[in-house]
């Protein structure tokens, strides 16, 4: 067991590492920030040149920029914005919280959803009602979400004017944006429901429950239903790095002011170090997750931590 | 159970029926789209602009601001997104094939340096890596398609290197070996076709994501040229004009979707199909 922890966590440390570099990598490759800044300054020397770099720390070795730009992370230093120079610490405090909010809000309109539904797939396994959720299912995979969100604000903003099509000032501005990633992400949880359950209803307790007269609700909400959730929080954990993906996205279509935002306004402004702490933190929150979801497997099924 | 069997199979040919006409005439039209628009579906009608669907046989979806006809221009468009969503998913699978035999047939080394890289590549999150690396250095079909590969071989390369390791100790291939054949036929001619099945599940559905990636990060302007018409670049076009004209936003998002539910059509037949032990029938 102590292996198996030792094992993964010297895998995430690693790929938060392999990150970092290619990240750092990148940045570098890009030319150089310079030259970006001074245009439209009017007259730039070379002397000029020379000194925005120094004031960036470009005139460093990769090394020493890339050692300086991880041992900054660690201490919670995230560097300061090519724009003005605001801290990046402050833009990641005021996007982060935003873009968690849109995942778990959406995460959990999605489990609302594909659990009653996935259940009633495997209950009802091979019959009509589990192939249309299926069909359904295919169908919610098949959305590109950015297009979906588009679909969603032509409905729900232009045609019918009930909501904001964009912003996160009001309330409101939350409800397209979770709507979009929920049904994407009901499209996998409801299989992945259906697949859990499938596995725990045919254990013998199960049979037991039924035998002792309990209620079909009680056998599937209370005995079926908890015992697939380990194997449920693993498969949603495993997905958390498509999850984020999707909010950086749909971030971006619907203007909701959190690290996707943010990133591509970094982007744009050709802004890399507040580029660079964004996926950065976006990476190593993957990865953490990932390295839970196994360890609390690992755990609770031996088995796997054995393999 | 007999009602279970039944709708499963009412079903699976649906899904083949619906799948195949879906994928193969999108990839028909696309084929065909130098022969059916000439022009590239840049010819611009300024005497109809925005033109709403269904008003003129010339224009059955309608036009775009510039007065281009949208069905030409989403047709045209498919060949962007097809040729990214296969080539990758070819570079990767013939690399990822090549990576898998090797590991699982002559074990050793490469075998252990390959799947403790496979481990750290599938824990990467490359949707963020894509859009990181596509903002800075910029992109284009080739570099989308490099990327993809690049992110996608150790998939294939783990499944064929599962189905090496379980049929290199078969009877039917020590036979062959104490005849005397080769390796490399062995793993062409014995091996790889049963180690096939699982590749071509992965394969359709890896077209699918491809395009799904390839069309948003054209969509956020971090993917294929604006000049070029493509299914992302006209709805980054598209999402201007919502207000005014639904039709240049809602058809090519249509093309992307009806594409990529071809292929997961597909991709769940091919599952029953290919894999009897699967969890998803009956």
Redesign the interface.
């Known amino acids: 067991m102590i292996g198996f922890l030792a094992r993964r966590l010297a895998?995430?440390i690693?790929?938060i590492f392999?990150?970092t570099l290619?990240?750092a990598w990148?940045?570098r490759?890009?030319g150089d920030p310079a030259v970006m800044l001074a245009q439209g300054a009017g007259s730039v020397t070379a002397h000029d040149l020379e000194n925005i770099r120094r004031g960036l720390g470009l005139d460093r070795p990769f090394s020493a920029q890339y050692l300086g730009f991880v041992s900054g992370m660690l201490h919670g230093d995230f560097g300061r914005s090519f724009m003005g120079g605001t801290s990046v610490a402050l833009l990641i405090r005021q996007a982060l919280p935003l873009t968690l909010l849109l995942a778990f809000v959406s995460l959990a309109l999605s489990l609302l959803i594909s659990i009653p539904l996935g259940i009633q797939a495997a209950v009802r396994?091979?019959?009509?009602a589990?192939?249309l959720i299926?069909?359904l299912s295919?169908?919610g995979?098949?959305?590109?979400?950015?297009?979906l969100a588009?679909?969603l604000?032509?409905v729900f903003s232009?045609t019918l004017g009930w909501l904001p099509p964009s912003g996160a000032d009001e309330r409101a501005g939350l409800i397209m944006p979770a709507a979009t990633l929920a049904v994407i992400l009901t499209a996998t949880n409801v299989r992945l429901v259906r697949?859990a359950m499938?596995d725990t209803l045919s254990a013998q307790y199960i049979m037991v429950a039924r035998g002792k007269g309990l209620g079909e609700r009680a056998v599937l909400y209370r005995h079926a239903l908890r015992n697939c959730a380990i194997p449920l929080i693993t498969y949603i954990g495993l997905q958390f790095?498509?999850l984020?993906?999707g909010v950086?996205?749909v971030e971006?279509v619907f203007n909701w002011p959190g690290m996707g935002s943010l990133?591509?306004d970094a982007?744009a402004a050709r802004d890399?170090p507040v580029?660079q702490a964004v996926?950065t933190i976006?990476?190593a929150m993957?990865?953490l997750v990932?390295l839970a979801t196994d360890v609390i497997y690992g755990l609770v099924d031996p088995r796997i931590s054995r393999e | 159970?007999m009602?279970?069997?039944y709708?499963?199979r009412?079903?699976l040919g649906f899904e083949f029926v619906t799948g195949f006409v879906l994928t193969g005439g999108m990839v028909a039209l696309v084929l065909l789209s130098d022969v059916l628009f000439p022009d590239g579906g840049s010819a611009m009608d300024l005497t109809a602009r925005l033109q709403p669907p269904g008003q003129s046989l010339a224009h059955i979806l309608g036009t775009d601001p510039l007065g281009r006809d949208v069905l030409a221009r989403v047709v045209v468009g498919g060949q962007v997104s097809l040729t990214v969503g296969v080539v990758s998913v070819l570079g990767a699978v013939i690399v990822g094939i090549a990576a898998g035999l090797i590991a699982g047939y002559y074990r050793g080394v490469w075998d252990i340096v390959l799947m403790r890289w496979a481990?750290?590549q599938l824990?990467?999150?490359f949707?963020?890596?894509a859009?990181?690396?596509a903002?800075?250095?910029g992109a284009d079909m080739w570099r989308l398609i490099a990327f993809m590969a690049i992110a996608q071989w150790v998939q294939y390369a783990r499944v064929v290197r599962g189905a090496v390791l379980s049929l290199r100790e078969r009877e039917y291939v020590q036979s062959a070996r104490s005849f005397g054949v080769g390796d490399l036929a062995i793993l062409w001619r014995h091996i790889l076709p049963n180690a096939i099945g699982p590749v071509i599940i992965l394969m359709t559905l890896n077209v699918?994501n491809n395009i799904?990636l390839e069309?948003?990060l054209t969509?956020?302007g971090?993917g294929i040229d604006p000049l070029t018409p493509s299914w992302g670049g006209m709805?980054a076009d598209?999402?201007s004009y919502?207000?005014s004209a639904?039709w240049v936003?809602?058809f090519p998002?249509l093309a992307?979707?009806?594409t990529?539910?071809g292929l997961?059509?597909l991709g769940?037949w091919f599952r029953d199909v290919l894999d009897p032990t699967s969890?998803?029938?009956?």
């Open positions: 895998q995430a690693f790929v392999v990150v290619l990240v990148a940045v490759l890009s396994r091979g019959r009509l589990d192939q299926r069909m295919l169908v995979l098949s959305f590109p979400n950015f297009w588009l679909m604000v032509l232009i697949g499938l790095g498509g984020i993906g950086v996205v971006r990133a591509f982007v890399y580029l996926v976006l990476a993957i990865v990932n | 159970m009602t279970g069997t709708w499963r009412r079903l481990d750290v824990a990467l999150p949707i963020l890596i859009i990181t690396f903002a800075i250095l699918a799904l069309s948003s969509f956020l971090l709805l598209g999402r919502l207000q639904w936003g809602v998002g992307i979707m009806l990529v539910l997961n059509l769940d969890q998803s029938g009956t």
